[in-house]
Nanobody
Framework: QVHLVESGGGLVQSGGSLRLSCEGT????????MAWYRQAPGKERDLVAT???????HYVDSVKDRFTISRDNAKNTVYLQMNNLNFADTAVYLC??????????????WGPGTQVTVSS
């Protein structure tokens, strides 16, 4: 069994910063692509940023130049540095990963989510 666990969420004022972490645990052979998603109340779950195992990144326009996704393969961990936060960033942030438990199989895994709330 493998699990993803997010941390780093909380309450922050507009213009502030937070750094989210997501660590994979269990019998992990290798983690390939990783991503951060977010879901606000009453809205669809939306992609925020992706990062490939080799480090190539992609961001949606609404967070470009404010958020930075990175990873540490030795720690099976992905990060999301969020700067200049505003109220529209308020959401549950979820970690996604494509995890291999052997050389011959791959599974999609989600973390339980961490709440980010941006106040005025």
């Amino acid at each position: 069994q493998v699990h993803l666990v997010e941390s780093g969420g909380g309450l922050v004022q507009s213009g502030g910063s937070l750094r989210l972490s997501c660590e994979g645990t269990g019998n992990i052979y290798r983690i390939n692509n990783m991503a951060w998603y977010r879901q606000a109340p009453g809205k669809e779950r939306d992609l925020v940023a992706t990062i490939q195992r080799g480090g190539e990144t992609h961001y949606v326009d609404s967070v470009k130049d404010r958020f930075t996704i990175s990873r540490d393969n030795a720690k099976n961990t992905v990060y999301l540095q969020m700067n200049n936060l505003n109220f529209a960033d308020t959401a549950v942030y979820l970690c996604f990963a494509e995890i291999q438990v052997s050389a011959h199989s791959e599974f999609e895994s989600w973390g339980p989510g961490t709440q980010v709330t941006v106040s005025s």
